[in-house]
Each structure stands twice: as structure tokens, then as C-alpha cells.
């Protein structure tokens, strides 16, 4: 490795040099996911427990008024439609124990085939304007990283390499 090569690899890897990009938003599908995943739990609880990964501000998301009649009950932190808010680290994850990962699965797939219009269309507007905000928010990084930088690291060393091969010949 040169050390224009090992130069350029060593700025990529800088702590605090790139920022995060934004996540990605979640899909109609993800979020009916999300929705039909916590219905399901609560249902086969007999009670309105509240998850394991709310918050204690429930049901305070901007969306909680449109939300469908079969949803209306549900215990949702506020904003369970952000990608990785309520990600709990593994180690403390806690199993529900109510149903199985696989029979969660098939009811929820079984569901979004008969899927009804207004359950749909409250999926298609959160996920349309988490959307939006995701191009904001990377209109904004890129604004102010460039670019370039928006794609991944990989793929800038790669480039650079290559241009870098391409212009000594």
C-alpha cells in the first residue's frame, strides 16, 4: 500500500471527521409492521400493557388522531415510526413471551395481504413524510459534508484509488 493510499484510508477512518449519515425511513410495509407487531402482542395479553420500548410520553406522535379505528387502543411510544429509536442493545431485551417470533410473523403477513384502504393510507403518510424528512436531512449533510462524502467511505477510497491508478499511466 502506498502512502497515498494508506493516507487517504487513515482521513477516512478519523473519529469525528464524517458524521452519521441519516437513517433511512422506515417502508409502508415496515410500518404496518410496527403497528400490527404491538396490536398483536397487546391483544394476546388481554390487557394494555405498555411495551417494554415505550417511552413514557404515549401516544404524544403527531399521527395518534389519524390513527385507525383497529389501532386506536394501541401503546406506541411517540415516535415509533423513527428508524432506531426504540432499538434496545440485545443484552437488554426483554421477550414478550406471548407469541412466537414465527407465528408473529404469519399473522402480520396473512394481515397486510387484506390489508384495509384506511389502515394503508395512515402507513403511506408517515412513511411520505418521514421520507421528506430523510431528503432534508440529507440535502442538509450533504450541504455540509459535500457530496461526495455521502456515499461510503468504501466506495470513496475505491474511487480514489482508481483515479489515482488511472492518471499515473
Known amino acids: 500500500m502506498s502512502h497515498d493510499q494508506s493516507m487517504l484510508k487513515h482521513t477516512t477512518d478519523i473519529k469525528g471527521g464524517i458524521p452519521p449519515k441519516p437513517k433511512r425511513p422506515l417502508t409502508v410495509f415496515n410500518l404496518f409492521c410496527i403497528l400490527e407487531r404491538n396490536y398483536i402482542v397487546q391483544q394476546n395479553q388481554k390487557r394494555s400493557a405498555i411495551p417494554s420500548n415505550a417511552s413514557t410520553d404515549i401516544n404524544t406522535d403527531p399521527y395518534v388522531a389519524t390513527r385507525p379505528e383497529r389501532y386506536r387502543d394501541v401503546v406506541l411510544p411517540s ?91
Open 79 to 169: 415516535n415509533w415510526y423513527v428508524v432506531g429509536m426504540n432499538r434496545v442493545k440485545r443484552s437488554k431485551h426483554k421477550v414478550h413471551g406471548v407469541i412466537s417470533f414465527n407465528e408473529l410473523t404469519k399473522q402480520t403477513s396473512n394481515r397486510w395481504k387484506s390489508v384495509d384502504a384506511e389502515t394503508k393510507k395512515y402507513c403511506e403518510i408517515i412513511a411520505v413524510d418521514e421520507l421528506q424528512r430523510y431528503r432534508r436531512d440529507m440535502a442538509q449533510y450533504e450541504a455540509k459534508i459535500g457530496k461526495g462524502c455521502s456515499r461510503s467511505s468504501k466506495a470513496n477510497t475505491l474511487e480514489a484509488i482508481n483515479d489515482q491508478w488511472c492518471c499515473t499511466k
